[in-house]
């Protein structure tokens, strides 16, 4: 397993409640899959996806990158760890709204360290990978949701992650777009061998799953 959990919770305290957004989470995700997390809307799947990509720390249970834990480790690693390991592409876009697609990307390569030299090749090859080779100039603002969302994909894979983690990437787009966006995750994980985990709730998407995962309530209710 690259990525593993046992018995994670994560409870929340606001206004004098408490709401438990995971409870007892054991699961596991192999490398070189595509593996999906489903669950309606509150079901917990940000939570998790924050938590196995150390954004955030469980309130209890432990977390395991390969074999070092790593819900317990000291914040400035887990900071190399997602700046070096980890790709992420959240839930809404999150692109520099006026720098190109193409500065969006190098910048994310500067941010992980990525040699300067090889910057400017690796950010257009990345690009051309996703298709938007011709769109690299355009500044984010002017693109399509779609293409937006190309760009995302292409900044969180360039500087060359082991695992990739996905918030509801095809939430914002159209069903034929969604499978666009999946099915080059599939060739990602075929081809580079990447670990890409990501949450939906679209069955159109969830087929295309090598593992899936079901979250309600919090708790984990099923696994194919
Ligand atoms: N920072 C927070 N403070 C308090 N409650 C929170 C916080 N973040 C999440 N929650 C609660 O935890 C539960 C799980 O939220 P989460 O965002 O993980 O759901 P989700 O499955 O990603 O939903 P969606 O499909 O709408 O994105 C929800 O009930 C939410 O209100
Ligand atoms: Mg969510």
């Given at each position: 397993?690259?990525?593993?959990t046992?018995?994670v919770?994560?409870d929340f305290?606001?206004g004098?409640?408490?709401?438990h957004a995971l409870?007892?989470?054991s699961?596991?995700?192999?490398?070189?899959?595509?593996?999906?997390?489903?669950?309606?809307?509150?079901?917990?799947?940000t939570t998790?996806?924050?938590?196995?990509?150390a954004?955030?720390?469980?309130s209890?249970?432990?977390v395991?990158?390969g074999?070092?834990?790593i819900?317990?480790?000291?914040e400035?690693?887990r900071?190399t760890?997602?700046r070096?390991?980890?790709g992420?592409?959240?839930?809404?876009v999150?692109?520099?709204?006026n720098m190109?697609?193409?500065?969006?990307?190098?910048?994310?390569l500067r941010?992980?360290?990525?040699p300067?030299?090889q910057?400017?090749?690796?950010?257009?090859?990345?690009?051309?990978?996703?298709?938007l080779?011709?769109r690299k100039?355009h500044?984010?603002?002017?693109?399509?949701?779609?293409?937006?969302?190309?760009?995302?994909?292409?900044r969180?894979m360039?500087?060359?992650?082991?695992?990739?983690?996905?918030?509801?990437?095809t939430a914002?787009?159209d069903t034929?777009m969604g499978?666009?966006?999946v099915?080059?995750?599939?060739e990602?994980?075929e081809?580079?061998?990447?670990?890409i985990?990501m949450?939906?709730?679209d069955?159109n998407?969830?087929?295309?799953?090598?593992?899936?995962?079901e979250?309600?309530?919090?708790v984990?209710?099923?696994?194919r």
């Open positions: 397993m690259i990525l593993k046992t018995g919770c994560r305290h606001s004098g409640e408490t709401v409870q007892d989470v699961i596991g995700v192999k490398p070189g899959t595509l593996t999906m997390l489903r669950g309606r809307s509150g079901s917990g799947k998790l996806l924050n938590i196995l990509g954004l955030d720390y469980p209890c249970g432990e395991y990158f074999k070092e834990r819900d317990t480790l000291p400035k690693k900071d760890l997602r070096t390991k980890i992420f592409i959240f839930q809404s999150a692109l520099i709204a190109s697609a193409y500065e969006n990307v190098e910048f994310g941010l992980s360290g990525y300067a030299a910057r400017r090749a690796r950010a257009e090859e990345c690009l051309e990978l996703i298709g080779g011709k100039g500044r984010a603002q002017e693109l399509s949701g779609g293409e937006q969302q190309r760009v995302a994909i292409a969180a360039a500087h060359n992650p082991s695992m990739i983690f996905a918030d509801e990437p914002e787009l034929q499978l666009i966006v099915r080059l995750f599939r990602m994980v081809k580079q061998g990447l670990t985990l949450t939906t709730h069955p998407m969830i087929e295309l799953a090598d593992h899936v995962y979250l309600h309530d919090g984990i209710i099923s696994e």
